[in-house]
Structure formats: structure tokens, C-alpha cells
T-cell receptor, first 115, second 112 residues
Framework: KAGVTQTPRYLIKTRGQQVTLSCSPISGHRSVSWYQQTPGQGLQFLFEYFSETQRNKGNFPGRFSGRQFSNSRSEMNVSTLELGDSALYLC??????????????FGPGTRLTVL | KQEVTQIPAALSVPEGENLVLNCSFTDSAIYNLQWFRQDPGKGLTSLLLIQSSQREQTSGRLNASLDKSSGRSTLYIAASQPGDSATYLCAVTGGSNYKLTFGKGTLLTVNP
């Protein structure tokens, strides 16, 4: 069974631009969560989608948004990029919502650099 | 607000040694606790998942314990190998906010 895939793997943008990251979960998984990882803050939760509904959201500004499609694929969008948005963005999928008795499977991440 | 702390932040051991990584959390109302491994620049690999009703889980040379009442978990690695070198992260899920809260991780180096 294929794992979680994320595209693109690397991205370089300039301040003020916007970016869209994509995550394809493991086949049959309906929950997709997004995390931001930085050296200073570690891993921080962005949001979770389950069956196309945003189930939970972390403490990030409204510039960060996401959505999930009927095939469970998810996209994350960041508008008006800032230097501090440079990070590794990870998505994770599971069959059931976060909080159920289920392992989270992570993708390889998208490395975003904002210049 | 749930906070997760991992001690030590870094650990260097010779090959073959048994070692323990520690994780503590402030809110004991958790659903489960997971240990992950992260290699440099890569995503996370799930190692063990312990439900809140369980006390421990084992997989190969890895054994994780959970003491929910005291807010602690340990990951025991037996007979460490250079291939075990990575950052180990623990994460808890709990409360009304259904999300994983991660610790900052322990960077493990196993020297040949």
C-alpha cells in the first residue's frame, strides 16, 4: 500500500506570494492533518480534515487555510507569505479521526523557503 | 493547555548499549501516546502507539511504557545500533482539542 505523498517536496517563494501544498493520504484513510515544523517551535498542529470537514484548527493566522476533497486528498494554502513561514510542512493521515485508536502516518514533508 | 517535554534533548551512546528516552505531559486526560522517529529532513515514522488504557507496548527492540496518572512515558531501546540514530518524538492526543501535541524530541546518536 502506498504511503502518504506530499507535493512538491521543495518550494522557494518570496515574501507576499501565496503557496499551495498538496497531500495524498494512504488509500482508505479519511483523516488528514497538517503540521508545521521549525527548529524553534518544533511540530505545531495546523488543522485536521475528516470526510471533507475541518474538524480542528490550531493557533495559526487566517493566512493558513486548507481543504479536503471527496477523494480525501488535501491541500493547504498560505497567502501573503512571511519569512517566518519557512518550515517543513508535514501531513499525516489515518483511517479514523485524530483521537480514535489509530496511528498517524506521516508523509515526507514539503520544505518551504520564503526569501 | 497540554505541554509535552522530552528529556534529554540529545543523547550519544556507544553501539550495543540499552537506553531510555523520557517523555512527560502536563494533562493526564489523554486518548493515546505515540512515539515517532524522524531522520534528518524526513517525515515521521510511527514506532509505537499506546492507548490510554494500556501500560506498555513492544515492537522488536523497542518497548514503550505509559503511566498516565503521573504523566510520563518512557521509550526503551535495547542493544542500540548505529541505524537507530535519529530524533525520537513523543506525542499525545487528548482533551477537547483533538490534535497531537508533540515534544521537542530527543536527538539520539549511536556511535559504532
Amino acid at each position: 500500500k502506498a504511503g502518504v505523498t506530499q507535493t512538491p517536496r521543495y518550494l522557494i517563494k518570496t515574501r507576499g506570494q501565496q503557496v499551495t501544498l498538496s497531500c495524498s493520504p494512504i488509500s482508505g484513510h479519511r483523516s488528514v492533518s497538517w503540521y508545521q515544523q521549525t527548529p524553534g517551535q518544533g511540530l505545531q498542529f495546523l488543522f485536521e480534515y475528516f470526510s471533507e470537514t475541518q474538524r480542528n484548527k490550531g493557533n495559526f493566522p487566517g493566512r493558513f487555510s486548507g481543504r479536503q476533497f471527496s477523494n480525501s486528498r488535501s491541500e493547504m494554502n498560505v497567502s501573503t507569505l512571511e519569512l517566518g513561514d519557512s518550515a517543513l510542512y508535514l501531513c499525516a493521515s489515518s483511517a479514523y479521526p485524530v483521537g480514535a485508536s489509530d496511528t498517524q502516518y506521516f508523509g515526507p514533508g514539503t520544505r518551504l523557503t520564503v526569501l | 493547555k497540554q505541554e509535552v517535554t522530552q528529556i534529554p534533548a540529545a543523547l550519544s551512546v556507544p553501539e550495543g548499549e540499552n537506553l531510555v528516552l523520557n517523555c512527560s505531559f502536563t494533562d493526564s486526560a489523554i486518548y493515546n501516546l505515540q512515539w515517532f522517529r524522524q531522520d534528518p529532513g524526513k517525515g515521521l515514522t510511527s514506532l509505537l502507539l499506546i492507548q490510554s488504557s494500556q501500560r506498555e507496548q513492544t515492537s522488536g527492540r523497542l518497548n514503550a511504557s505509559l503511566d498516565k496518572s503521573s504523566g510520563r512515558s518512557t521509550l526503551y531501546i535495547a542493544a542500540s545500533q548505529p541505524g537507530d540514530s535519529a530524533t525520537y518524538l513523543c506525542a499525545v492526543t487528548g482533551g477537547s482539542n483533538y490534535k497531537l501535541t508533540f515534544g521537542k524530541g530527543t536527538l539520539l546518536t549511536v556511535n559504532p
